[in-house]
C-alpha cells in the first residue's frame, strides 16, 4: 500500500505538527478539525514554524510554500474519505475516540488505514468500535512533533502486519526513527515519563521542594533537558491526569494513583502553557 494523502484528525499541536512532517515528507494532507477557527490556528502554527525555518536558511520561500500548498484544511469530517490514512489527534478523551473512530470506519474506503496518536489508551479497544479492527494502530507522535525523532508504533491484538508495516515506513518517511510498543496502558514512553512527571506533582505537592528546585535537580542531576514539572506544562496537565487515570485504570496499582494536586490544577483550568498557567505562569 503506498500513502499519497494523510488525514489528520485534530488543528492542535499535535495534529498540526503531524500535519507539517507530512507535507513535508511530499504527502498531500487534509488537516481536520470541529471549527474553522481551530484549523485556522493550526496553520497559523505551522506556517510560523516554516517562517522560522526560511529565517535560518533551512529552507527557501518557495519550498515553504510547496509545504503550505499540500495541506487542505476540512472542518467536515467526510472530506477524510479522500484519504489513504489516518492520524488521529483530537483531545485525550476515550468516548470521543471511539465517536471518531465509528465516524470514520463508516466514512472512508475498506483500505485505508486508521491510526491513533493516543499516548495510553489500548489500541485493542479503540479498534473494537470499527468493523476493520486488522487496520487500526497506534502511531504516537512526541511532541513537538516537528523536532523530536520518535514514533511509538503500536499493533492491536488484531492489528495485521501489513498495516504494522505501512506505518512503520510511514514513520521513516517522515524522518522519524519508530520504535515498537505491545498494546499496554501507556505504552513505553507514558509508561515511564508520566509516572515520573507524577512523583515530581507529589514532590511540591508534600513540600519536598518548590517547582524550580524540582526541576533544577532533574535539569542538572539527571542531564534532562527540562524539567518535569515544566514538560508537563508542555505537555498539558489534562493530557498528564489522563494518562495518569488509564495506567491507574488498566494496572490497578497505587503506584500509578495520580497525584492529588494535579487533579485540582487540571479542576482549576491550569492545563499549563496552552492556558497560560499550569506549574509555572505562561504569557499569551
Not at 487534509?30 to 514554524?49: L, P, Q, Y
Not at 509545504?67 to 489527534?89: C, H, P, W, Y
Not at 532533574?218 to 515544566?230: E, I, S, T
Request: net charge negative; hydrophobic share 40%.
Amino acid at each position: 500500500m503506498t500513502v499519497k494523502t494523510l488525514g489528520v484528525i485534530g488543528a492542535g499541536q499535535m495534529g498540526s505538527g503531524i500535519a507539517q512532517v507530512a507535507a513535508t515528507s511530499g504527502l498531500d494532507v487534509v488537516m481536520n478539525d470541529i471549527k474553522k477557527e481551530f484549523v485556522e490556528k493550526g496553520i497559523a502554527s505551522i506556517t510560523k514554524i516554516l517562517s522560522r525555518g526560511v529565517e535560518k536558511g533551512k529552507m527557501s520561500e518557495d519550498e515553504k510554500s510547496a509545504i503550505l500548498g499540500r495541506i487542505k484544511t476540512s472542518v467536515n469530517l467526510q472530506d477524510m474519505a479522500s484519504t489513504d490514512f489516518i492520524v488521529e489527534a483530537a483531545t485525550e478523551n476515550e468516548e470521543i475516540k471511539y465517536q471518531l473512530f465509528r465516524d470514520l470506519d463508516g466514512i472512508c474506503g475498506d483500505q485505508v488505514i486508521l491510526a491513533t496518536n493516543t499516548s495510553s489508551i489500548p489500541i485493542g479497544r479503540i479498534a473494537a468500535h470499527t468493523g476493520r479492527p486488522e487496520k487500526v494502530i497506534g502511531m504516537h507522535f512526541m511532541n513537538p512533533v516537528p523536532v523530536m525523532r520518535l514514533v511509538e508504533v503500536i499493533p492491536g491484538i488484531a492489528t495485521s502486519d501489513e498495516t504494522f508495516q505501512v506505518t512503520w515506513n510511514l514513520a521513516e518517511k517522515f524522518g522519524k526513527t519508530p520504535a515498537k510498543a505491545s498494546d499496554y496502558p501507556g505504552f513505553i514512553a507514558n509508561r515511564i515519563l508520566l509516572p515520573m512527571i507524577n512523583e515530581a506533582v507529589y514532590c511540591l505537592y508534600h513540600g519536598v521542594g518548590n517547582r524550580e528546585d524540582i526541576d533544577t535537580v532533574m535539569k542538572l542531576g539527571m542531564n534532562h533537558p527540562m524539567g518535569p514539572l515544566a514538560l508537563a506544562d508542555l505537555i498539558g496537565l489534562d493530557t498528564c491526569l489522563a494518562v495518569m487515570e488509564t495506567l491507574y485504570d488498566g494496572f490497578k496499582d497505587s503506584k500509578y494513583r495520580p497525584c492529588p494536586l494535579l487533579r485540582k490544577y487540571v479542576e482549576a483550568g491550569w492545563l499549563g502553557r496552552k492556558s497560560g498557567r499550569g506549574f509555572y505562569e505562561y504569557n499569551s
